[in-house]
């Protein structure tokens, strides 16, 4: 069997509950400073969370919810500034620390790194929102510590396609069974698996009803001590944290260490 060479985190949702209260006020935030009445409230992101990507949920809101918007004639270039706009506000708002990473997140980033292990980040999200989020959270210059961060649009078809995931493991020179994916989303189980990665899942209040057959365990967070991780799906382990050694039995198989 193979050994575990690398943890392959994502980052919305799996790092840092970054919807509800990062992206989606930045958004709304462009919306505003473009002068549109668009509002996207907590419910309605839900709904939007189906598409990822940016760019393309704002082309999904415009086509499954704001039918009467008159599009304007250089539609990419409107879309590609309000989403420049919405990065720039986001980016700000992590800049002033207001999302905390989720729990047990940092101990087991830390204790990987202590152990040599390698790490990346794969995620829809734009690369600078991750230099954003690791920086306020993890410290300056926490992003190198991730050997890849394969991030946007990096690969043209998003997750729940599984090129991001596919990308990723070319260029760390691994193959999928060396590997093991963190997610939070149904749309980032289907991408992991797609890819042939197993997958540890933790659920946010978006996702807790998302679809994560195949996935190998299902928390409702990573856990810390003092914390332990609860049941959302059925899977066999007797450890209650997401420490190193929880997820190297996870990744082997075994329910216990
Ligand atoms: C993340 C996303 C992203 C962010 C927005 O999905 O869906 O679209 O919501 O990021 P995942 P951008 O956690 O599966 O990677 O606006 O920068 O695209
Ligand atoms: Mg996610």
Not at 121 to 126: E, R, S
Not at 214 to 242: K, N
Request: proline fraction near 4%.
């Amino acid at each position: 069997m193979a050994t575990l060479q690398a943890l392959l985190f994502d980052v919305d949702g799996t790092l840092a509950d970054t919807e509800r209260d990062g992206h989606r006020p930045a958004f709304n935030m462009a919306f505003a400073e473009a002068g549109l009445d668009w509002v996207w409230d907590e419910a309605l992101y839900g709904q939007l969370l189906a598409v990822t990507g940016g760019k393309e949920r704002i082309r999904y809101y415009l086509d499954a919810f704001n039918t009467t918007f008159e599009k304007p004639d250089d539609f990419d270039a409107f879309v590609k500034g309000l989403h420049e706009a919405k990065t720039r506000f986001y980016t700000q708002l992590m800049a002033e620390g207001k999302i905390p990473l989720r729990p047990g997140v940092e101990n087991l980033i830390l204790e990987a790194r202590a152990a040599g292990m390698r790490m990346a980040i794969v995620t829809t999200t734009t690369p600078a929102n991750v230099t954003a989020l690791l920086e306020s959270t993890l410290g300056p210059g926490s992003e190198d510590w991730f050997e890849v961060i394969a991030a946007g649009d990096i690969v043209p078809a998003k997750k729940p396609a599984p090129d991001i995931y596919e990308w990723t493991l070319r260029e760390m020179k691994l193959s999928p069974e060396e590997a093991i994916a963190f997610e939070d989303s149904g749309n980032g189980v289907r991408s992991s698996l797609g890819a042939g990665v197993k997958t540890i899942v933790t659920v946010n209040g978006y996702t807790r009803d998302d679809d994560f057959s195949g996935a190998a365990l299902v928390r409702d967070h990573m856990g810390v001590s003092g914390l332990p991780f609860g049941l959302i799906a059925a899977s066999e382990t007797t450890h209650d944290r997401l420490d190193l050694k929880c997820v190297r039995a996870i990744f082997a198989n075994r329910a216990t260490a």
